[in-house]
């Protein structure tokens, strides 16, 4: 499959915590992007990390992105009970720009 | 401004009938994309459109499936002689370009489509 392979795939936590989710992928990249999605309709853009950055922010979010092993991982810091929703990432192929999503991982924050 | 827009929201059809969806990307976006996401498969790519360059179809699952994007800007997906396993929600995206792939996409809510 060309699809990537995200961890965990469900993850529950209190509000406040933070939360990382870990995304992995097989192939070169252009850039990796993060989505989320609620209550399974539209998605959500959250952040574009390019193949040669290393880490980007975005208020609580934080992105890094390490090519050598392929990986990526999104954090959410102090969590809250909104930020409830299922979270893709997705690399882009080559130059038409398609994605090609992860499984996902579904966050529960708990207030 | 106004965003991704689909419709349908909601399908019901029956087995063996055609569907068409509909998706109205954002006002000067010129590449649009469908992708199809269901419980087995997860979200996939369908099809992409350029500008005037021949559409990438390479996602398409099946010759029942086509899609057009007339005047550059309305698309539209049509899946003939339905089938259970086409039940899904079909989402639309939009971006100002697909050149190197660095542009974000916007995706519209979806069309929820169910075949019995």
């Known amino acids: 499959s060309q699809q990537g392979e995200e961890d965990p795939q469900a993850l529950s936590i209190q509000e406040g915590e933070n939360a990382t989710m870990n995304c992995s992928y097989k192939?070169?990249?252009?850039?990796l992007q993060w989505y989320r999605q609620n209550s399974g309709r539209g998605l959500v853009h959250l952040i574009l990390?390019?193949?040669?950055?290393r880490e980007k922010h975005s208020g609580r979010l934080r992105v890094t992105l390490d090519t050598s092993k392929k990986s990526s991982s999104l954090l959410i810091t102090a969590s809250r009970a909104a930020d409830t929703a299922s979270y893709f990432c997705a690399r882009v192929s080559s130059n038409t720009g398609k994605l090609i999503f992860g499984q996902g991982t579904t966050l529960q924050v708990k207030p | 401004g106004a965003g991704v827009s689909q419709s349908p929201s909601n399908k019901v059809t029956e087995k063996g009938k055609d569907v068409e969806l509909r998706c109205d990307p954002i006002?000067?976006?010129?590449?649009l994309y469908w992708y199809r996401q269901s419980l087995g498969q997860g979200l996939e790519f369908l099809i992409y459109?350029?500008?005037?360059?021949?559409?990438?179809k390479s996602g398409l699952p099946s010759d029942r499936f086509s899609a057009e994007r007339t005047g550059g800007s309305v698309s539209t997906l049509t899946i003939q002689r339905t089938q259970q396993e086409d039940s899904a929600v079909y989402l639309c995206?939009?971006?100002?370009?697909?050149?190197?792939?660095?542009?974000?996409?916007?995706f519209g809510p979806g069309t929820r489509l169910l075949v019995l």
């Open positions: 990390i390019r193949s040669n950055e």
């Open positions: 006002s000067g976006h010129t590449a």
């Open positions: 459109f350029q500008g005037n360059s021949a559409p990438d």
């Open positions: 192939t070169s990249i252009n850039n």
């Open positions: 995206a939009s971006s100002l370009a697909a050149a190197g792939g660095q542009e974000t996409q916007y």
